[in-house]
């Protein structure tokens, strides 16, 4: 990789994330990185801080919904800044299944992503 993140890195890793790869995914992420999740109790959601927390979170997604997947991705790059626009869809032990749009807002440094905000809709969760 060099040292600025491209569209095509972006895809790349959301690849990863299909595969539920989570090496390919963690390749763009940066030792002190911090991830941002689409939800939980405080304004921001939750915090998870530093590369191996967030390969355990996204580790997490990955056994919670075998079916994970992030479709229709699409990257653009400006700076130290980038966005990824996705629809994720999973389906729950439970058979509960979730499907919405949703982006992320990148911050970056030194060709690796050193801040995830993930942004999801708010919709109920429907049965499978």
């Known amino acids: ?50 590369s191996t927390a967030i390969a355990a979170a996204f580790s997490g997604v990955f056994a919670a919904m075998s079916d994970a997947h992030w479709d229709h991705h699409s990257h653009f790059v400006h700076g130290n800044r980038a966005v990824s626009e996705w629809t994720f869809s999973g389906t729950s032990a439970d058979g509960s299944r979730v499907e919405a749009q949703g982006a992320d807002l990148f911050t970056l440094r030194d060709g690796k992503i050193i801040v995830k905000q993930a942004l999801r809709k708010d919709r109920p969760v429907q049965k499978a």
Do not use: Q, R
């Open 1 to 50: 990789m060099s040292n600025e993140i491209t569209a095509e890195d972006l895809a790349a890793t959301f690849d990863a994330f299909n595969a539920h790869d989570i090496d390919g995914v963690m390749k763009c992420f940066a030792e002190d990185c911090v991830f941002y999740t689409v939800g939980g109790p405080e304004v921001y959601g939750n915090k998870v801080e530093g």
